[in-house]
């Protein structure tokens, strides 16, 4: 089992290719730097929470809240932009109000001991309400339109979007602090037994609490690009996020279970599950359609390591009955 | 290592198959979409136009997609029904994204969320496609962002056409009070303050319950519960009441049942649902009901969009276009109006009972 998720990610990388090819060869309208442009934008939020929400599902902890966060830190950029707050400023408070509701969560988990699944479906529902105190029934718009061209609109002279940036480069930063650092191995550690990281001197809990920060402050960063490109703050923003980051990130081949994942296997899912939706989309499937497509895809990505395991168990036990057929033979003769 | 690489393969695999089995499928059904469309181009240059809803799975816009199709149907133009299954901006900006990219020339959109989408439809207006929203608008500050939008009725026209309504019932004469929704309620509030005046205007022989406007409304908070103990209230607080309009479809369904419950001689009418009234309106308990019509608003919007990519209407205030038999004037905000709201009788009830 500890061995296979090397395989599972580089079947989403693979994976990712063939989406490509079969949205190029599906398609004449999939293959434009036009469509690209479109399906690097749609992913954008996604991409940034769910590089964070791989770390805290190694970690044997999960965070359904973050779409709420997101909103929450949407919310706050055009509750303070309302009341005459510089955009610049607002923009820094809602990243602000992210990593507070982030650590509010981190707080309930690892000081009350409260289970994190209970929890965050609890502050779901809390940040939501939050953004509706905050905000009442009236979305904020008419946002300063250089600002807001930055969410929507190309760097000049090639087809990627602005927002390709924050994805790239925090991309990076996940990358690193999670295969490269003590603290990413500490990330592991803690998801495969966190008893025993405990005793071997993690501090668990610090890095729990972290986590939580982190996943926070990534999801205020993904409600400023929300904000930018739907030029807007709506307390009714990004529902049902959630699922589509835990889904990028269980399909990317980080294990439910804890312990196991890569920042790589989770870029390219949150990219093939994009590649798919245009790709099915241009052939002309429905919204009805895709939601099948997208959860037999999720299904897949969680039978098939257990399908791959029970294969190899019975081809282990065949082999080793197969041992003692041929040691007993030996015996007899 | 090679036996790991194997296992890999086998997984992967597995999903792939699975994919290709989805593709296989897609791929005889855009075959045949194609060769249709083919067949179409050949004789003519058909216009292709979106028509998207908030949400495909809600019945009201299986109406109004109705209308789109006869328009498109009248017009020659080739119309596909698209959109998200849940009513979001973000949600139907990916499918305003595949509507720039399959290259549509008109794009008719129920507005999800009045800004969210405002960019999208920017991006899409640049690269050439012709916007006109139906049913639900952009912000106004956005108004721009489309050549125009089709709407049901003018606010104040809504409150009127009930007053009419209500004095054909009670045969001009007598007292109204009015069960509403919420105080709070933005909507039924703007159609009551159009109610005040135009009925002491128009109805010489009728008047407000309790002699004012604010004395004759009671909030039923459209909870049928709360509606049905409100409409009680009505009778006992004005025993002589003539008529009673409930501008919400929760307060008049209520009023509708507990009328017929008392046997009540209390007129009833107001905006209602016709799926919901049929059994009232079917059984004379009340006699007519008003709605807009989604039917109209589809049809109506495909029009001004097929005039507007030909250039024949630029959707200035002022300006005005022809659908069907009927020409509508394009009012401030870049507007155009239906007209009346559409009313429910005996004699269609059972028609649009199934629509919606």
Not at chain 2, 152 to 165: C, H, L, M, Y
Not at chain 2, 177 to 197: H, Y
Not at chain 2, 295 to 311: E, P, S
Request: proline content about 4%.
């Amino acid at each position: 089992m500890s061995r296979f998720h090397i395989t599972w990610d580089k079947g989403v990388g693979l994976f990712l290719v063939f989406t490509i090819l079969l949205g190029t060869f599906s398609s004449e309208y999939f293959a434009t730097t036009s469509n690209l442009t479109f399906i690097i934008r749609d992913v954008a939020e996604i991409a940034i929470i769910a590089l964070a929400m791989a770390y805290l599902i190694i970690a044997g902890e999960i965070d359904l809240s973050v779409a709420s966060m997101l909103s929450l830190s949407s919310a706050t950029i055009g509750f303070l932009y309302r009341a005459e707050v510089p955009f610049e400023v607002a923009m820094v408070g809602g990243v602000l109000v992210g990593l507070l509701a982030g650590l509010f969560n981190g707080f309930l988990v690892t000081v009350l001991g409260l289970p994190s699944l209970a929890v965050t479906i609890a502050t779901l529902a809390l940040y939501r309400g939050m953004c509706w105190i905050l905000l009442g029934n009236k979305p904020v718009n008419q946002l300063p339109s250089e600002w807001v061209n930055l969410g929507y609109s190309q760097i000049p002279g090639t087809f990627l979007p602005w927002t390709i940036i924050p994805v790239v480069v925090l991309a990076g930063l996940a990358w690193f602090v999670l295969h490269g650092t003590r603290f990413g191995r500490w990330v592991f550690a803690i998801g495969v037994n966190s008893q025993a990281a405990e005793f071997s001197g993690i501090p668990v809990r610090r890095v729990k609490l972290a986590l939580f920060g982190f996943t926070g402050i990534m999801s205020g960063i993904a409600g400023v690009i929300y904000t930018l490109r739907f030029a807007s703050s709506s307390p009714d923003g990004a529902v049902g996020y959630e699922l589509g980051v835990i889904a990028a990130v269980l399909f990317g081949g980080v294990s439910i279970a804890g312990g196991i994942g890569t920042i790589w296997g989770v870029i390219s899912a949150v990219l093939s599950l994009g590649v798919i939706r245009s790709a099915l989309q241009l052939i002309d499937f429905s919204a009805n359609a895709l939601l099948v497509v997208s959860g037999s895809l999720l299904l897949i990505s969680v039978i098939a390591p257990q399908v791959t395991d029970y294969v190899r168990n019975l081809r282990s036990t065949v082999s080793t009955t197969k041992q003692i057929q041929k040691n007993e033979r030996v015996n007899h003769e | 290592m090679n036996k790991q690489f194997k296992r890999s393969i086998t997984a992967v695999a597995g999903a792939f198959l699975a994919f290709t089995l989805v593709g296989c499928a897609s791929t005889t059904e855009a075959e045949v979409t194609e060769s249709a469309a083919a067949g179409t181009t050949e004789t003519t240059e058909a216009l292709k136009i979106a028509i998207m809803p908030k949400a495909i799975n809600i019945g009201y816009f299986a109406a109004w997609d109705e209308g789109a199709q006869k328009a498109c149907e009248e017009l020659g133009a080739e119309c596909d029904y698209i959109g998200p299954n849940e009513a979001t901006g973000p949600a139907q900006v990916q499918f305003i994204n595949q509507v720039i990219q399959k290259g549509y020339d008109i794009l008719v959109i129920s507005a999800a969320d009045q800004n969210a989408i405002v960019p999208s439809l920017e991006e899409a207006r640049a690269a050439g496609i012709t916007i006109v929203t139906s049913d639900a608008d952009v912000a106004a500050e956005a108004a721009g962002s489309r050549l125009v939008s089709i709407l049901p009725s003018a606010a104040d026209r809504i409150g009127t056409a009930e007053v009419d309504w209500i004095a054909e019932s009670v045969g001009e004469t007598g007292t109204i009070a009015i069960l509403s929704a919420a105080a709070t309620a933005a909507n039924q509030n703007v159609w009551i303050d159009a109610m005040g005046p135009y009925l002491e205007e128009t109805y010489p022989n009728m008047s407000w319950a309790g002699g004012s406007l604010d004395s004759a409304v009671f909030y039923g908070d459209d909870d049928p519960t709360k509606s049905t103990e409100q409409f009680n209230a009505i009778l006992n607080q004005y025993p002589d009441i003539a008529g009673i309009i409930a501008p919400t479809t929760v307060g008049v369904l209520a009023a509708a049942a507990e009328k017929k419950a008392k046997g009540a001689a209390v007129k009833v009418t107001g905006l209602g649902l016709p799926s919901e009234m049929a059994p009232y309106i079917e059984d004379g308990t009340v006699e007519k009901v008003g709605l807009w019509n989604p039917i109209d608003l589809g049809y109506v919007a495909v029009y001004a969009g097929v005039l507007g990519f030909n250039g024949d209407f630029d959707g200035s205030v002022g300006s005005t276009f022809e659908a069907g038999d009927t020409t509508y004037t394009v009012t401030d905000g870049g507007i155009a109006f239906l007209g009346d709201p559409f009313t429910f009788t005996p004699d269609n009830i059972a028609t649009f009972k199934e629509i919606y």
